[in-house]
């Protein structure tokens, strides 16, 4: 029997708990720090993921097998190194070969050299040569900021005046700049998991980025999903793998989930960015729909034997929703009771994100409070349950997208 410690306290992170839990050889399943929904799985721990040492102290005390991560920012801090270097099994990639996340100037430049397709872009380290490079352009342009953001390091400008505003904004994260092409298409998720060796493609999600129906609004972690979706496997899977062949050429094994966001253009899919981890909400329907042993992949991952696998997913489809805190992705308040998880439909399985238990109840703890998902044998019937389903759980300020999956549904 294997123990495995989760690290992060989202909604995927209770998806991968809630998979993991159903796996064969499972032992006991720690999420650090979890929530309130993890908490009904296995144990939460109180350490976060950032404390690297923290959670080796912990693994080591605790006869863990193995260690998932979840969030990007423990990645970038070089959580698997560490792990490695005192021989605790990891899932993840290296800090090096998470840099195609938490430095989007290396990933850019990665695919600049390795054609592998994405938009037109320049860098720059210093302000003046940006603002006069957007002088002469043409818009609309994107302004990304280099590093690790939260959602907040893009800005889509459609005039220099909007253009300079945004230059002054990513001047604050004190970050390199990249100014790229506008493009326009259909977007949506591809998730590669890599063992160094082999990888195997999941299904194509559709995730929902803006806060406002029609897509309008802010940028947030992510409003909801809908899987599968149709999608140019094959061209993906050559991004994938000239990616990965691309990083070896750099001396980087890559091991973990590969997951670009994808746009698919009049020529052609290319890649808006680069993701080192699994998504959120993507995971939450990936778990909902896997067949196959999830720690058993895991397993085979670490053994570098994942072409040894055949992926195996329901024929069905799974709608997510996440219901929000009102005011997020900016401020919100927590601490208001949730009601209704306990009488919904057998297919539906909620996972909590910004979640803790207090005095018995479970109360809202963050901007993205739950995932409701939602199986159905047509995508339709998946969204039809997931809305019915949230109409019986509630609490103070809940906000939700009415329009997951009703528009653009076709990749
Ligand atoms: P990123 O974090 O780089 O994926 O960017 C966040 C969002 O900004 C993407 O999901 C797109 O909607 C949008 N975006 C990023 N880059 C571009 C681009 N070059 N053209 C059009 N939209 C973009
Ligand atoms: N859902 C997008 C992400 O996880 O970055």
């Known amino acids: ?18 998979k993991l839990k159903q796996s064969k050889n499972i032992g006991e399943i720690f999420i650090a720090p979890g929530n309130a929904g993890t908490e009904l799985l296995g144990k939460n721990v109180n350490i976060n993921a950032d ?14 097998d193995l260690t998932i991560v979840g969030p990007d ?33 290396f990933a850019k430049k990665l695919m600049q050299k390795y ?23 043409a818009f609309p342009l994107v302004i990304k900021a ?19 505003i945004a230059l002054e904004s990513v001047r604050t994260f004190g970050k390199k700049v990249i100014i790229e092409e506008f493009l326009t298409g259909q977007e949506f998720s591809a998730h590669a998991l890599c063992d160094g060796k082999s990888f195997k493609l999941f299904p194509f999600a559709k995730d929902h980025k803006r806060i406002g129906e029609g897509d309008t609004g802010a940028n947030t972690g992510g409003m909801g999903t809908i899987c599968p979706i149709d999608g140019p ?4 899977h050559e991004i994938i793998e000239k990616t990965l062949w691309a990083l070896k050429q750099e001396r980087i094994e890559f091991s973990g989930c590969l997951f670009p966001g994808i746009i698919l253009t009049s020529s052609g899919p290319k890649v808006l960015e680069f993701n080192a981890r699994f998504g959120d ?47 997020y992705p900016n401020s919100y308040k927590t601490g208001y009771e949730i009601t209704g998880l306990n009488d919904l439909d057998e297919n539906i399985v909620v996972f909590h994100a910004g979640t803790k238990e207090q005095a018995d109840k479970v109360v809202t703890n963050g901007g993205r409070v739950l995932s409701v998902t939602a199986t159905g044998v047509t995508l339709k019937d998946s969204l039809t349950s997931a809305y019915n389903n949230i109409n019986k759980i509630d609490f103070m300020g809940r906000y939700y997208r009415q329009d997951i999956g009703l528009t653009r549904v076709k990749a």
């Open 73 to 105: 920012n423990a990645l970038a801090l070089g959580i698997v190194d560490e792990f490695n270097k005192v021989e605790l099994k990891i899932f993840g990639p290296t800090k090096q070969a998470a840099k195609i996340e938490w430095s989007k100037i």
């Open 233 to 236: 496997t094959d061209q993906i």
């Open 115 to 137: 054609e592998i397709p994405t938009a037109k872009f320049e860098t720059f380290t210093r302000y003046d040569d940006a603002l006069t490079f957007l002088k002469k352009s």
């Open 281 to 327: 909400p993507e995971t939450q329907v990936f778990m909902r729909l896997l067949d196959n042993d999830l720690l058993e992949i895991f397993e085979a991952v670490f053994a570098k034997k994942l072409h040894e696998i055949s992926l195996r997913w329901k024929k069905e489809f799974t709608t997510c929703v996440v219901l929000a805190s009102r005011g």
């Open 146 to 164: 280099d590093g690790l953001a939260l959602g907040k390091g893009v800005f889509i400008c459609n005039n220099l005046k909007e253009a300079t």
């Open 1 to 18: 029997m294997k123990n495995v410690l989760v690290i992060g306290s989202g909604a995927r992170e209770h998806a991968l708990a809630w």
């Open 51 to 64: 404390d690297i040492n923290g959670l080796i102290n912990f693994a080591k005390n605790n006869n863990i």
